[in-house]
Structure formats: structure tokens, C-alpha cells
């Protein structure tokens, strides 16, 4: 079983930045995309952003401009870059790894940012 791990989480004042990665125990490419989602406090699970294994990304329009999401294959490791941080991207940010039917999903990892 391919397991996700996330790392980088914390908390970080408004404006500021963060680097999240998601390491995979496999190869990054047996997903056919890799994705990255957040959960607030009651609120729904909410994709942030996504690559496919093409290279295609699609990023949710409220941090569009904001985070950049990348990837190294030679690591097995997907990475969120979090830039301009808003007290509403407080979440817990999970990976996830889309390989219909069997997803992949990370333990989470919080992001606090305060005002």
C-alpha cells in the first residue's frame, strides 16, 4: 500500500509563506494526478490544487496567484508553495493521490494563520 506523509504544516502570521510536501512510499506517477485539499472547521473538503501526471495544474480560484504546486519525480515528493497567506487558508491541508478506485490520502497537516 503507497502511503502519503505531509510535512511542513505550522503557524505563520498573515502575509507570510509556507512550503508543504507530501512524500509518497511509491512513485508519484503510479497516481494519475496528485492533489492538494484542506479542511477548516465545519467546512467541507476542498481541493486546493492539482498535477496531473502530464504536468497539467488546476488550482482553486482562492489562491490562484498565491500557491504554486510542484513536484519531484527523482524525490517521490508533490509540494504546495504558500505565499500570501490569509487567516482563511487556516485548515488542515491533506495530500492525495487519485488512482480510481483506490485514492490515496495523507494524515493531514495543519496550517494556522493568524491576523
Known amino acids: 500500500q503507497v502511503q502519503l506523509v505531509e510535512s511542513g504544516g505550522g ?3 498573515a502575509g507570510g509563506s509556507l512550503r508543504l510536501s507530501c512524500a509518497v512510499s ?3 506517477f503510479s497516481f494519475n494526478s496528485m492533489g492538494w ?5 465545519e467546512k467541507q473538503r476542498e481541493l486546493v490544487a492539482l498535477v496531473t501526471s502530464g504536468g497539467s495544474t488546476i488550482y482553486a480560484d482562492s489562491v490562484k496567484g498565491r500557491f504554486t504546486i510542484s ?7 508533490v509540494y504546495l ?3 500570501s497567506l490569509k487567516p482563511d487558508d487556516t485548515a488542515v ?6 488512482r480510481p ?7 493531514g497537516t495543519q ?3 493568524s491576523s
Not at 485539499?37 to 472547521?41: D, L, T, V, W
Not at 513536484?71 to 515528493?77: E, F, L, M, Q
Open 93 to 98: 491541508y491533506y495530500c492525495r493521490g487519485v
Open 11 to 13: 503557524l505563520v502570521q
Open 26 to 28: 511509491g512513485s508519484i
Open 71 to 77: 513536484r519531484d519525480s527523482a524525490k517521490n515528493t
Open 81 to 83: 508553495q504558500m505565499n
Open 111 to 113: 496550517v494556522t494563520v
Open 37 to 41: 485539499y484542506r479542511q477548516a472547521p
Open 101 to 107: 478506485p483506490n485514492d490515496s490520502w495523507g494524515q
